[in-house]
């Protein structure tokens, strides 16, 4: 709202004499069409007003209009606070802003935020992963910190996250906490939400989460080749904990399956065909997407390795531990085997897609249905094109030119 609509008037109400003779001085507030009036608690003689100049005259007025300037100010104030929260601006507001008489709720991003992973936590397995809960209450964690560190103090109204609060959120992220690009960008993309959230709740006019430019960098994911695989398996571990992280990751090299997945993998979910093939049929955690997977010998050996193992007394076919602890494990294994990748249940999922299928001629139609995708365009970021199928293809090309 433009001061050019927000009139201040003042004027005397003769009707209402105090027992010295004075009449009360009103405040009137006009936005556009819409007017309030309210008592200023002051009072003077009707010969000591001017009503053309809507001030005081005589020997008091220098008082009294020092008074109604300073009301003046401050109403002026209540406007521009309102409309810098994001509340609506009308005279009922302004004047009850003024009157410290506001009926309003206060919001929070913190406490928007909690709601939030609150509702989020009630979904999990009803259309949300525990994942995704896990990235919210992360970034969550981040944004207390950021809070406190640049503005201790606990929590900050909704309406003053602008775009230098999200700049600087970015900055802390990169520089204090060190976190790469393209988490930096989810966790700013989780943060976003809120404030989308907030916007289309009516609690802040504008989502400054709309003005910042983030830009998520191509990673070039690692994937095993064949000879890196078989050196994992021939590889004698005289730790029994890591033969056993060795054998789940070759599981997962083998069905291609997320590590939350493989994880839970049950008896229910593998399927005998009417010609003898076994199949992993599992709606995927993560997407709620089907991954139909036809088990290869390597993995059959691997469900029967475990067959007696505790684990299925709880109703799963594979002992995995945490991700965080496989991950930590499988940095062991690469050291040992002397593998200079990052080794990672997420890196088994790219490996099944790459050297395991695309390398053998599997279509990347089936490979995105065994993946659980929603699209090929998902599966391209996962399958590359190996030097040796490039050597296999530029063969038969060098033959076939030959031929004629």
Same mark, same amino acid.
């Given at each position: 709202?433009?001061?050019?609509?927000?009139?201040?008037?003042?004027?005397?109400?003769?009707?209402?004499?105090?027992?010295?003779?004075?009449?009360?001085?009103?405040?009137?507030?006009?936005?556009?069409?819409?007017?309030?009036?309210? *008592?200023?608690?002051?009072?003077?003689?009707?010969?000591?007003?001017?009503?053309?100049? $809507?001030?005081?005259?005589?020997?008091?007025?220098?008082?009294?209009?020092?008074?109604?300037?300073?009301?003046?100010?401050? +109403?002026?104030?209540?406007?521009?606070?309102?409309? #810098?929260? $994001?509340?609506?601006?009308?005279?009922? *507001?302004?004047?009850?802003?003024?009157?410290?008489?506001?009926?309003?709720?206060?919001?929070?991003?913190?406490?928007?935020?909690?709601? &939030?992973?609150?509702? %989020?936590?009630?979904?999990?397995?009803?259309?949300?992963?525990?994942?995704?809960?896990?990235? &919210?209450?992360?970034?969550?964690?981040?944004?207390?910190?950021?809070?406190?560190?640049?503005?201790?103090?606990?929590?900050?109204?909704?309406?003053?996250?602008?775009? !230098?609060?999200?700049?600087?959120?970015?900055?802390?992220?990169?520089?204090? /906490?060190?976190? $790469?690009? *393209?988490?930096?960008?989810?966790? +700013?993309? *989780?943060?976003?939400?809120?404030?989308?959230?907030?916007?289309?709740? $009516?609690?802040?006019?504008?989502?400054?989460?709309?003005?910042?430019?983030?830009?998520? #960098?191509?990673?070039?994911?690692?994937?095993?080749?064949?000879?890196?695989?078989?050196?994992?398996? !021939?590889?004698?571990?005289?730790?029994? =904990?890591?033969?056993?992280?060795?054998?789940?990751?070759?599981?997962?090299?083998?069905?291609? %399956?997320?590590?939350?997945?493989?994880?839970?993998?049950?008896?229910?979910?593998?399927?005998?065909?009417?010609?003898?093939?076994?199949?992993?049929?599992?709606?995927?955690?993560?997407?709620?997407?089907?991954?139909?997977?036809?088990?290869?010998?390597?993995?059959?050996?691997? +469900?029967?390795?475990?067959?007696?193992?505790?684990?299925?007394?709880?109703?799963?076919?594979?002992?995995?531990?945490?991700?965080?602890?496989?991950?930590?494990?499988? /940095?062991?294994?690469? #050291?040992?085997?002397?593998?200079?990748?990052?080794?990672?249940?997420?890196?088994? =999922? &790219?490996?099944?897609?790459?050297?395991?299928?695309?390398?053998?001629?599997?279509?990347?139609?089936?490979?995105?249905?065994?993946?659980? &995708?929603?699209?090929?365009?998902?599966?391209?970021?996962?399958? =590359?094109? %190996?030097?040796?199928?490039?050597?296999?293809?530029?063969?038969?090309?060098?033959?076939?030119?030959?031929?004629?």
């Amino acid at each position: 709202m433009s001061k050019s609509t927000f009139k201040i008037n003042f004027l005397i109400r003769k009707g209402g004499s105090s027992y010295k003779g004075e009449n009360p001085i009103y405040v009137r507030l006009t936005i556009n069409t819409e007017r309030i009036e309210f *008592n200023s608690k002051l009072t003077i003689k009707t010969e000591n007003w001017s009503s053309e100049a $809507g001030c005081a005259t005589g020997s008091s007025a220098k008082k009294i209009n020092a008074h109604l300037d300073l009301i003046r100010i401050k +109403l002026y104030e209540s406007m521009k606070e309102l409309s #810098e929260r $994001g509340l609506t601006v009308s005279a009922e *507001n302004i004047r009850n802003h003024y009157l410290g008489v506001l009926k309003e709720t206060s919001y929070s991003i913190l406490t928007l935020y909690k709601e &939030h992973n609150e509702k %989020l936590f009630a979904l999990v397995n009803k259309g949300y992963a525990f994942s995704t809960l896990e990235k &919210h209450l992360t970034t969550y964690k981040h944004l207390q910190s950021f809070i406190s560190q640049q503005y201790a103090k606990d929590d900050l109204p909704i309406e003053a996250i602008d775009i !230098k609060f999200l700049s600087d959120f970015e900055f802390y992220l990169r520089t204090s /906490k060190n976190i $790469g690009n *393209n988490t930096t960008v989810k966790y +700013l993309k *989780n943060t976003g939400k809120i404030l989308r959230e907030a916007y289309n709740a $009516g609690y802040i006019k504008r989502n400054p989460f709309a003005l910042l430019r983030l830009r998520t #960098e191509e990673i070039d994911r690692p994937f095993l080749e064949m000879h890196e695989i078989q050196k994992i398996s !021939k590889k004698r571990f005289d730790v029994k =904990r890591l033969e056993q992280i060795r054998d789940i990751f070759l599981f997962c090299c083998f069905t291609g %399956l997320a590590f939350i997945d493989a994880k839970h993998l049950s008896e229910d979910c593998i399927i005998t065909a009417p010609n003898g093939q076994l199949w992993i049929k599992k709606q995927r955690e993560k997407t709620k997407k089907w991954s139909h997977i036809p088990i290869l010998p390597e993995a059959k050996y691997i +469900l029967d390795k475990y067959e007696q193992h505790p684990i299925r007394k709880e109703g799963y076919l594979l002992p995995f531990p945490t991700n965080q602890k496989m991950n930590a494990y499988l /940095k062991e294994i690469a #050291e040992i085997c002397k593998i200079k990748k990052n080794l990672t249940t997420h890196c088994a =999922r &790219h490996t099944f897609a790459t050297t395991i299928t695309l390398a053998n001629k599997v279509s990347m139609e089936s490979v995105s249905k065994m993946l659980g &995708h929603s699209s090929i365009v998902m599966t391209k970021t996962y399958a =590359r094109i %190996l030097d040796s199928t490039i050597e296999k293809e530029m063969s038969q090309l060098k033959f076939e030119i030959s031929d004629k």
